[in-house]
């Protein structure tokens, strides 16, 4: 979470604490107007008809919210490893390993679609309900001035079973925070007992385990014990005077986090092998702990939420119940607190809006904050110098100074770009390329990493293979595929530079899968011949069959497999051969070297 947003927090809690205050004259001067009744007080307290209590949770509940989203962010875009780089690890430790990277991002994930807007809506219940009230408000004071008990029951029964509908809403939200805290429990603790496994084999083996993992775990306290002071400083803002100490408590939590976070990027980048794997699964378990433990915070205020509507649903039944028993002395003081209480609704409304507006602000900041830091050009583009493919990005004109990296998620590796800022280019050179892997592009600001671009390989503008190539042989990186112009046979052949041994590969993304044109006839397509049983590699007049089209596979090292679309069988060069004549066939996937072709680009 970014300074602003914790400034333009901290502002709105102020700005609550106005509304706060302003709350008490409307009330003290309503209580002072004294209605000359026999009623006790115990009697006049039940009949309320005011908002008691809401006041006191609604911020609590805001607060939480921006933590709870602050953990969840965190963790949704973190960096996950495969843990790859330890030899020692066994199959078993590593997939739970990466079971519990998948569990963590999908509880964030839950979080920010499912439960957030569920408080969220919770919240603006109490904004609605001053809605009904004061819809009601003219035909309950009819109702009052006729002294008509029919019409005034009525009318509270309807506004009673509004607050059992509100209070309904709560209750199940309560059950579903509940449970989702037991399954990130249980979650939680699992991923701690792996992880003191995984810690204690390498700790054995690989230097610097132990204090590396304090000091991961030493920074995300200090994050936890700052995002407490966020909660505590905006209960202390919930008032005017109080936010004189509140104030300072959370602007002075905001930038130990952006410290802290800071500090874990750092580290971060400056290890590798073990260590950097073993920091990555630390610092989720840790974002992933404290997140779990602040879910009890939320559960408490939506519990005392509950609770207040508990309250005010008891005085309104309690008032529908001995409606018929009213005095006229009663209807007297009725009539005083319907006017409180229409006030009353009406502050807690103004009230309620602030928090929400600060929570919309908060998340305006950081949507910008992602906008400035999305990239305005992102190619993926063959580079003849190398021989290879680059990703290449361009942040936007008004982009904030930034670390940059891309990431392959489907294989889960890492390229470090560098820094800038506006309008500036940065790229990652020899980046494989597999057309069905995704890519993301993740900038970091301040400690807090965002993924700022993600997109499946084929779809990257450049990212194609399209052009002219001479396909070499990893059996000795000398042959190419040739063609026979008399037979239009396919088969292995000395480079001679001729036409036929040149192939225009054009991509169909209807097809998802490429042609492979003969660089004598484009009407001839690199095809086999899928007839009683054969096998055969050959050029032939395009029909748009599946067996036209072929599908390119990244082998490692610059080089590609050739897989075709009809069956899934890759060009594969008969028995190894390197012989002049040696024919090439479709045959099942081996991953030997006859199964390998680099791709070398002549336009």
Same mark, same amino acid.
């Given at each position: 979470?970014?300074?602003?947003?914790?400034?333009?927090?901290?502002?709105?809690?102020?700005?609550?604490?106005?509304?706060?205050?302003?709350?008490?004259?409307?009330?003290?001067?309503?209580?002072?107007?004294?209605?000359?009744?026999?009623?006790?007080?115990?009697t006049i307290h039940n009949y309320s008809l005011d908002p008691e209590g809401f006041q006191d949770v609604l911020a609590p509940a805001m607060s939480n919210v921006l933590v709870m989203d602050?953990?969840?962010?965190?963790?949704?875009?973190?960096?996950?490893?495969?843990?790859?780089?330890?030899?020692?690890?066994?199959?078993?430790?590593?997939?739970?390993?990466?079971?519990?990277?998948?569990?963590?991002?999908?509880?964030?994930?839950?979080?920010?679609?499912?439960?957030?807007?569920?408080?969220?809506?919770?919240?603006?219940?109490?904004?609605?309900?001053?809605?009904?009230?004061?819809?009601?408000?003219?035909?309950?004071?009819?109702?009052?001035?006729?002294?008509?008990?029919?019409?005034?029951?009525?009318?509270?029964?309807?506004?009673?079973?509004?607050?059992?509908?509100?209070?309904?809403?709560?209750?199940?939200?309560?059950?579903?925070?509940?449970?989702?805290?037991?399954?990130?429990?249980?979650?939680?603790?699992?991923?701690?007992?792996?992880?003191?496994?995984?810690?204690?084999?390498?700790?054995?083996?690989?230097?610097?385990?132990?204090?590396?993992?304090?000091?991961?775990?030493?920074?995300?306290?200090?994050?936890?014990?700052?995002?407490?002071?966020?909660?505590?400083?905006?209960?202390?803002?919930?008032?005017?005077?109080?936010?004189?100490?509140?104030?300072?408590?959370?602007?002075?939590?905001?930038?130990?986090?952006?410290?802290?976070?800071?500090?874990?990027?750092?580290?971060?980048?400056?290890?590798?092998?073990?260590?950097?794997?073993?920091?990555?699964?630390?610092?989720?378990?840790?974002?992933?702990?404290?997140?779990?433990?602040?879910?009890?915070?939320?559960?408490?205020?939506?519990?005392?939420?509950?609770?207040?509507?508990?309250?005010v649903a008891a005085k309104y039944n309690n008032l529908v119940k001995n409606i018929t028993f009213i005095t006229p002395e009663e209807f007297a003081f009725i009539k005083a607190d319907l006017?409180?209480?229409?006030?009353?609704?009406?502050?807690?409304?103004?009230?309620?809006?602030?928090?929400?507006?600060?929570?919309?602000?908060?998340?305006?900041?950081?949507?910008?904050?992602?906008?400035?830091?999305?990239?305005?050009?992102?190619?993926?583009?063959?580079?003849?110098?190398?021989?290879?493919?680059?990703?290449?990005?361009?942040?936007?004109?008004?982009?904030?100074?930034?670390?940059?990296?891309?990431?392959?998620?489907?294989?889960?590796?890492?390229?470090?770009?560098?820094?800038?800022?506006?309008?500036?280019?940065?790229?990652?050179?020899?980046?494989?390329?597999?057309?069905?892997?995704?890519?993301?592009?993740?900038? !970091?600001? @301040? =400690?807090?990493?965002?993924? #700022? +671009?993600?997109?499946?390989?084929? $779809?990257?503008?450049?990212?194609? %293979?399209?052009?002219?190539?001479?396909?070499?042989?990893?059996?000795?990186?000398?042959?190419?595929?040739?063609?026979?112009?008399?037979?239009?046979?396919?088969?292995?052949?000395?480079?001679?530079?001729?036409?036929?041994?040149?192939?225009?590969?054009?991509?169909?993304?209807?097809?998802?899968?490429?042609?492979?044109?003969?660089?004598?006839?484009?009407?001839?397509?690199?095809?086999?011949?899928?007839?009683?049983?054969?096998?055969?590699?050959?050029?032939?007049?395009?029909?748009?069959?599946?067996?036209?089209?072929?599908?390119?596979?990244?082998?490692?090292?610059?080089?590609?497999?050739?897989?075709?679309?009809?069956?899934?069988?890759?060009?594969?060069?008969?028995?190894?051969? !390197?012989? @002049? =004549?040696?024919?090439?066939? #479709? +045959?099942?996937?081996?991953?030997? $070297?006859?199964?390998?072709?680099? %791709?070398?680009?002549?336009?």
């Amino acid at each position: 979470m970014n300074k602003k947003l914790y400034k333009k927090f901290l502002l709105s809690m102020m700005i609550a604490g106005m509304a706060t205050s302003n709350i008490v004259p409307l009330h003290t001067f309503a209580a002072e107007q004294k209605v000359h009744t026999t009623i006790s007080q115990e009697t006049i307290h039940n009949y309320s008809l005011d908002p008691e209590g809401f006041q006191d949770v609604l911020a609590p509940a805001m607060s939480n919210v921006l933590v709870m989203d602050s953990y969840a962010k965190t963790i949704r875009n973190q960096q996950e490893t495969d843990l790859s780089g330890i030899s020692s690890l066994n199959s078993y430790l590593r997939a739970n390993m990466l079971k519990h990277q998948d569990d963590a991002k999908k509880n964030a994930t839950y979080w920010l679609d499912n439960l957030k807007p569920r408080i969220m809506n919770t919240n603006q219940n109490i904004v609605n309900y001053n809605d009904t009230f004061q819809t009601h408000y003219s035909i309950l004071l009819d109702a009052i001035d006729q002294k008509d008990t029919e019409k005034l029951k009525i009318e509270l029964e309807k506004l009673y079973q509004s607050i059992l509908t509100n209070k309904s809403e709560v209750n199940e939200l309560l059950e579903q925070l509940k449970t989702f805290r037991n399954k990130m429990t249980a979650d939680t603790q699992n991923f701690k007992q792996d992880t003191d496994q995984l810690t204690t084999i390498l700790a054995s083996t690989t230097a610097g385990i132990p204090y590396l993992e304090q000091r991961i775990n030493g920074y995300n306290e200090s994050i936890k014990k700052s995002n407490d002071q966020i909660i505590a400083g905006s209960v202390l803002c919930a008032t005017l005077i109080t936010c004189i100490i509140g104030g300072p408590l959370i602007a002075t939590a905001k930038s130990n986090i952006a410290s802290a976070e800071r500090e874990i990027e750092i580290l971060k980048a400056q290890i590798s092998g073990a260590q950097a794997e073993i920091a990555i699964i630390t610092d989720a378990k840790n974002k992933t702990t404290n997140m779990a433990e602040t879910i009890d915070t939320a559960i408490t205020s939506i519990q005392k939420m509950s609770n207040s509507w508990d309250t005010v649903a008891a005085k309104y039944n309690n008032l529908v119940k001995n409606i018929t028993f009213i005095t006229p002395e009663e209807f007297a003081f009725i009539k005083a607190d319907l006017n409180t209480a229409k006030d009353s609704w009406q502050d807690l409304k103004n009230y309620a809006d602030k928090l929400y507006e600060s929570v919309k602000i908060a998340e305006k900041e950081e949507q910008d904050l992602m906008d400035r830091l999305r990239p305005s050009s992102v190619q993926y583009f063959y580079k003849p110098i190398h021989n290879a493919y680059t990703f290449e990005i361009k942040t936007g004109a008004n982009a904030p100074n930034a670390s940059y990296k891309v990431m392959n998620l489907t294989k889960r590796t890492t390229h470090n770009m560098w820094s800038g800022g506006p309008n500036a280019s940065m790229w990652v050179d020899q980046l494989p390329l597999n057309l069905k892997d995704q890519y993301a592009v993740i900038a !970091t600001v @301040n =400690g807090m990493e965002y993924v #700022v +671009y993600k997109e499946v390989g084929e $779809n990257i503008p450049g990212a194609n %293979l399209n052009g002219t190539y001479q396909l070499f042989s990893a059996l000795n990186n000398s042959s190419v595929i040739d063609m026979n112009q008399s037979t239009n046979n396919v088969t292995l052949w000395s480079n001679n530079g001729s036409n036929n041994q040149k192939w225009k590969l054009v991509y169909d993304s209807n097809k998802k899968a490429y042609q492979i044109k003969s660089g004598t006839n484009e009407n001839l397509i690199l095809a086999w011949n899928d007839y009683q049983g054969s096998n055969n590699v050959f050029a032939t007049p395009n029909r748009y069959y599946e067996e036209h089209y072929w599908i390119v596979e990244d082998a490692g090292n610059g080089y590609f497999y050739l897989k075709n679309k009809k069956n899934s069988r890759y060009l594969d060069v008969t028995g190894s051969g !390197t012989k @002049n =004549g040696t024919n090439v066939i #479709v +045959y099942p996937f081996t991953a030997n $070297n006859n199964q390998k072709f680099k %791709l070398q680009r002549l336009n």
